[in-house]
């Protein structure tokens, strides 16, 4: 069942025809009250020659509003969509780590001769930067993306995503740099756990930092868009 769209044009349209018919009405009665009958025929055919003036008049600016309507649709609204999937593509390539990003952020240093992260520690770490809203991690060499997954290597090394984490190890963290230093003070979180353990962490905040790792977005193996219902 289609429904009806109104546009600015056909509004205006409307408006102007209703204003030509109040004015036709208010000349149609002052002619009457002056009586049709004592009208001679050239009075009557000016008459006639005024309304349908008036009404080529209207015509004439409806038609003009209608094609300033279709240009401004056609450019600015053309844009307006080109720049909003412009955007939403950048976001969709930060959240999935395909291109490089910088901003605000922290940097974290952790020294950890000893060997005491472990998974649940740096997924914790993960989580908490996440919480407080970074927009996008980088832990040693590894981008951490939403299928980022912590385990550990042959040696029993704690790995990302299959990388064996190396020492020093160095997470970056792209947001709001006050919000996301205290994210890593609290208490009983990731680097209390890790100092209460033995190893010692830096975090410091900076106005400018990079993130260079990059990630390639391989083809879903199992997982397919549902298709939009259609409307009735």
């Given amino acids: 069942m289609s429904q009806l769209r109104f546009n600015r044009g056909q509004v205006l349209a409307s408006a102007l025809t209703v204003l030509l018919g109040v004015a036709l009405v208010a000349q149609v009665r002052s002619a009457d009250e002056a009586g049709l009958g004592q009208l001679r025929q050239s009075e009557l055919v000016a008459l006639l020659d005024d309304a349908s003036t008036r009404v080529d008049a209207l015509q004439r600016e409806v038609v003009e509003l209608e094609g300033d309507r279709e240009q ?93 984490l190396t020492q ?39 106005d400018t930092l990079l993130i260079d790792a990059v990630r390639t977005v391989g083809e879903p193996r199992y997982a397919q868009p549902v298709p939009a219902a259609e409307e009735p």
């Fill in 72 to 164: 401004l649709q056609g450019q600015q609204g053309d844009a307006a969509a080109a720049e909003a999937a412009r955007q939403r593509l950048e976001s969709y390539e930060i959240l999935a780590g395909t291109v490089p990003v910088e901003g605000p952020g922290i940097v974290v240093f952790v020294n950890d001769p000893g060997g005491v992260v472990t998974q649940t520690m740096l997924l914790d770490g993960i989580q908490e930067l996440r919480d407080a809203g970074a927009e996008a991690i980088q832990i040693g060499t590894t981008r951490v993306i939403a299928s980022s997954f912590v385990g550990t290597d042959p040696d029993g090394r704690v790995s990302l995503d299959g990388n064996a």
């Fill in 168 to 206: 020093p190890l160095r997470i970056l963290a792209v947001g709001e740099p006050h919000t996301l230093s205290g994210a890593m003070a609290i208490p009983g979180g990731f680097t209390d756990s890790l100092r209460g353990a033995g190893a010692t962490v830096e975090v410091t905040e900076q």
